[in-house]
Every structure is written in C-alpha cells, then in structure tokens.
C-alpha cells in the first residue's frame, strides 16, 4: 500500500509540474496585462500583479486603429462563418444522407483541400485579387477565408449529421410528413447545437487567421485585430505592458468559445478511429 | 440494409401505398438522384473558384517571369521550366530544404513523444488532478498563434524576459542579457519550443481519448500473463492506438513543416536568411522581391512535398469516412 501511495504522490507532483510549466506563458500574459510598468521591466520579476491596474489595457485600447481592426475583425468573421455554414450545411446533407456516384472524390477533395499551406496559396491570391481590384478591401479577405473555413466546416458538420439516428426521420415519415416537413421538424432541431458548435469554430479559425489579411490588408485601419497586434509585437523597443493587454483581448474571446465546444468538435476529428 | 435516406423511404412507401409508388417512381427517382448533386454543387462552385482557380494560377506562374514590371501589366511572361532549373541549382534552395526537414523532424518528434507521454500520465491520475491538467491544456491549445508569438518573445526579451532570469538564477550560465536570435541554433531552440509547446495539447488530448477507449479487459489479461507496463503499452495500447498515431503524425507533420507565422513575427517580419522555412523562403520571395514567378515554383514544390504526407493522412481518414 505504501508503494502504491509514494507513486501517486510522485504521479501528482509531476502532473502539477506538467500544469506549471504548459500553463506558464497563459499565466505570464495575463499577469504581465495587469502589472504596472515598474514591476514589468524590473531586474527581478514580479510573479504577482500585487500592483494591479488596468492602465495596460487603456494604453492598448487607445493604440491606433485598435477599435477598428476590432470591427473589421467582427466583419469578416461573420460573413465568412455565415457563408460557409449556408454551403456547407447543403454539402454536409448530401454527403451524410446519400449514397451518391462520386462521393468519396468529394470527400478527398474535402479532405485534400485543407491539406494545401495557405501561405503558399497567398501568392496567386494576392495576384487574382490586385487584378480584380480587391487588396486592402474586406471582400478579399472574406473570400479568401472561404478557402480554409468552408471544407472544415463542410467535414464538421456532416459528422453531426451522421450523428443522428435514421430512425427518428423515417419515423416522422411514417406518420404521413413530407421528406421537407421531416427535415424542419426532426433534423434541424437535432442539427442545432452541431451548428452552434461548428459555426463557433469556424469563427475562432478566421478570427485568428494572419497571414492572408497581413498581405491582403496594407492600411492600418482596414487591417484585422491579429495583424494589429502582431505589427505591436515586431516594435523594437516593446511595450510590453499594453502589448500583453492587447494579447489577453484578442484571445479572450477566442478562449472562452474555444472553451465551451472543444470537446464537441475536436473528437469528431478522430471519432471513430478506434474500433477495437 | 438499406443505409439511405432516399432508399428506405421508397421502402416504406412501396410497402404501404403500392399504387402511388408506380405514378411517382420515375419523377422521385430522378429527384433523389439529382438531389446530393445540387447539395454539393454551390459548395463545389465556390471551392473551385477561391482554391481551384488559384492553384491552376500559380502552376501558370510558377512557368512565367512575373515581376514588378509584370505585376502592373497584370501580365507574366512565359519562360518554361526556367523557374524551376533556377531553384534546382539554388545552393539557398536546398539549404532550405533540408532545415524545414530537420525542422519538422525535431518539432514533430518532440510534440509526439511530449505528448503520448502527458497522455499516459493523464490517464494514471486521480479525476480532480485530471481535470486540472486538461483545463491547463486546453487554455494553451485555444491560444491564437499569433497571440503566442507575442508572449513567447516578451519571455525571451533579452532585457527583461523571464527567461534569462531564470536560467540566471539556476546558475545554468550568464544569460543577462542574452539574445536569443543572435545565435541560429538558440533561435531555432526557441521557435522549436513555441511551436512543441503549442502543438502538445491537441495530441496529448487526442491520445487520451483513444486510450481511455482501450479495453480495460485487454490490458488486464495481458498484465496477468505478466507483462510489464512498458510491453502493455508496446504490445496493445500502441496496436490499437495505431490510427490515431497515423492520423496524428502526418498532421503535425503537414502543420509543422509549412511553418510560418511564428518565425515570421518572431523575427519582426524581416527574418535573415538562416531563419527561412520553404514557405518563408517563397514569400520572401514572392512579397519581397517581387519574384512571383519563382516564388510560386517554390511553394509548388512545398505542396508537392505535403502531398505526399497528406496521402499517407487521407486514406486513414477516407477508411474512417467511409466506415460508417
């Protein structure tokens, strides 16, 4: 008994380490967040915000064009999570409820396109878009985001689909409904949270995508919140105090959505990989 | 059998109204045979024209001078095969080549190992310990990269970052202010780190998932016949696991080997030469020195080399598609 106790001991003592260690630069953003100037740039760290303030926050939110990139962030997320949740709920339907010649070419291609590095495929982008007058303008980006957004998001949500049992909507068909009746009555309300949970991560996708809107996107004011903050991490010379302000803001959002469906969304990805 | 949405209402109506069915089969089957086409055709269309047409763009341009001069032209001008002849006997080229290899190797490597082993150790502890343990993991997997970027230089920061501090104070050496990306190789170690260290929840959260679907029943039989943990672990779990493990490692191995944005802000948008990864090596490339026609045979040849990975990572996944 006393082995079996000296190894959990030692088991949660090396978890906590594991924990400390991950969980550090969390930690160390928001802490740096809340510290005054004084207690961030001292010779010996302050691991504590026993000074707290919100004067970081204020600085950051007060650096140019923050309100917005905020808005513009807001704006391009919300029409690409829109489109891609309109497309890919058709797409998702045929590929979760029919048998269909050539289905699984669309699954490789569903599969296959998510595999192509974006910042290779920003090249001819870029070129397509200054052709069509289209750089420095939202509408790029937002069709540009569709490119990695939709395929996901098409692949999410067939796994809800596939989720709901076949029984239910023959049943409903049974009792006399129509197929469309069916559809409205039985699969949408099953559907629902699948679409919140899918719609939620293809938000946090393209709020923190940086690489398209840093090319696409030259005027500060037309930029997004993550090409805002990174252009602050490159200032030599950095503010440290209001730069991790404006990281706690930026992933906050993210974090608390990210929180709330990530059990639902990330095991769909390998769901079903271990049969036994 | 019958596993379709169209089939078993035919199944049901054939049986109940038998009359109508033979008014209606002609019209309804045309409609449900056409119908999964018209569900994927909108996204079809859209994928074709955001991904399709850029790709079979940049094939064209990678076989094309396209600089400054044709970038206001909107014109390239036709060269052959030249870009790719000039890459090939490129001494920077191969350079490149071979340290996004090494990259991905290391960083792939460490995130597999760091990961299956904080897996296990999730697996062997009490509920309240793990709860503890996945709640840290998954606040760090919802960290926006380029929000990482931003606290991982602010630790490194050669003036006030904690890092030197702390190696300072374990007498582990000097490091007052030392500067991490004076030296390739630390440079390297740090951008290894933010990029192991972001990768690690996803797999070890993953493998924890496959493992606590094991059979417990499986484990115990092999332990009684007296295995040692290690052989369970080499003998069942790692069998069993193998999917997972595939599915895993050809993704880090796509995520990792197309690595951008880390080093890119890191490095204050203006990475030197011994910082570059194929895709900083094409942009650069592309973006700043206006040679779009070779920076687009570059990334051509980065995607023909993810292709190959990818293949590995698209079976395992059409084999779980197509299983259900």
């Given amino acids: 008994m006393r082995t079996g106790r000296a190894r959990g001991i030692a088991l949660n003592a090396v978890a906590l380490l594991v924990f400390a260690v991950m969980v550090f630069p969390v930690y160390w953003m928001v802490s740096t967040a809340f510290k005054p100037g004084r207690d961030i740039f001292a010779d010996t760290p302050v691991w504590f915000p026993i000074h707290a303030t919100l004067s970081n926050f204020g600085d950051a939110i007060h650096r140019p064009h923050f309100w917005a990139d905020v808005k513009n962030s807001l704006i391009i997320v919300s029409v690409v999570v829109a489109m891609s949740l309109v497309l890919a709920f058709l797409a998702a339907l045929a590929l979760a409820k029919f048998r269909f010649y050539g289905r699984k070419a669309f699954i490789i291609l569903i599969i296959g396109v998510q595999m192509i590095p974006l910042n290779a495929l920003i090249i001819p982008i870029y070129l397509v878009l200054s052709k069509a007058h289209q750089v420095d303008k939202l509408s790029g980006v937002i069709v540009t985001y569709l490119t990695f957004v939709l395929p996901f998001t098409i692949w999410t949500l067939r796994g809800f689909m596939l989720g709901i049992p076949r029984d239910l909507e023959e049943a409903s068909q049974v009792d006399g409904t129509t197929r469309f009746g069916a559809f409205l009555r039985i699969l949408l309300p099953l559907i629902g949270p699948g679409l919140v949970a899918t719609s939620i991560f293809a938000f946090i996708q393209a709020w923190n995508e940086y690489i398209m809107a840093y090319v696409l996107l030259h005027d500060p004011s037309k930029q997004t919140l993550t090409v805002w903050l990174a252009s602050f991490t490159g200032d030599r010379g950095t503010a440290w105090g209001p730069l991790m302000a404006g990281a706690t803001l930026t992933a906050l959002p993210v974090v608390i959505f990210f929180v709330a469906v990530q059990r639902k969304i990330a095991f769909g990805l390998t769901a079903g990989a271990v049969r036994g | ?324």
């Avoid at chain 2, 919802?142 to 030197?164: I, K, L, Y």
């Avoid at chain 2, 779990?237 to 690595?259: A, C, G």
């Avoid at chain 2, 490339?285 to 590995?312: C, D, K, N, R």
């Fill in chain 2, 1 to 324: 059998m019958s596993s379709r949405f169209s089939g078993s209402a035919a199944a049901v109506t054939e049986t109940a109204l038998p009359a109508r069915r033979l008014r209606r089969s002609l019209g309804s089957r045309l409609a449900s045979g056409a119908a999964p086409y018209l569900l994927i055709l909108p996204a079809c269309a859209v994928i074709g024209a955001v991904l399709g047409y850029p790709l079979f763009f940049m094939g064209r341009l990678s076989l094309q001078h396209y600089g400054l001069f044709q970038l206001i032209r909107h014109k390239g001008e036709w060269i052959g095969t030249r870009n790719y002849s000039h890459i090939l006997h490129d001494g920077l080229f191969w350079h490149v080549v071979f340290r996004t290899l090494a990259f991905t190797a290391a960083a792939v490597s460490l995130t597999m190992v760091a990961g299956t082993l904080f897996a296990l150790l999730l697996a062997q502890l009490g509920s309240k310990m793990r709860l503890l343990l996945t709640a840290g993991l998954i606040f760090v997997w919802a960290m926006p990269v380029v929000v990482a970027v931003a606290v991982w230089s602010w630790m490194t920061d050669f003036e006030f970052g904690v890092g030197n501090w702390l190696l300072t104070e374990l007498h582990i050496g000097n490091f007052n202010h030392h500067d991490w990306f004076a030296n390739t190789w630390s440079g390297w170690a740090i951008i290894t780190l933010l990029v192991v260290w972001g990768a690690i929840p996803f797999v070890a959260l993953m493998v924890y998932a496959g493992l606590t679907q094991v059979p417990q029943e499986l484990v115990e039989a092999a332990t009684s016949d007296g295995a040692n943990p290690w052989q369970v672990f080499r003998d069942v779990t790692l069998p069993l696991l193998k999917p997972i493990f595939v599915i895993l490692t050809s993704l880090s191995i796509i995520w990792d080997f197309q690595v951008f944005n880390q080093i890119w802000i890191l490095l204050s948008g203006q990475p030197p030469p011994q910082y570059f990864t194929m895709s900083i090596y094409a942009f650069t490339t592309s973006f700043q020195q206006s040679e779009y026609g070779l920076g687009s045979a570059i990334a051509l040849v980065m995607v023909a080399i993810l292709l190959v990975v990818s293949f590995v990572y698209i079976r395992q996944m059409v084999k779980i598609g197509d299983a259900e």
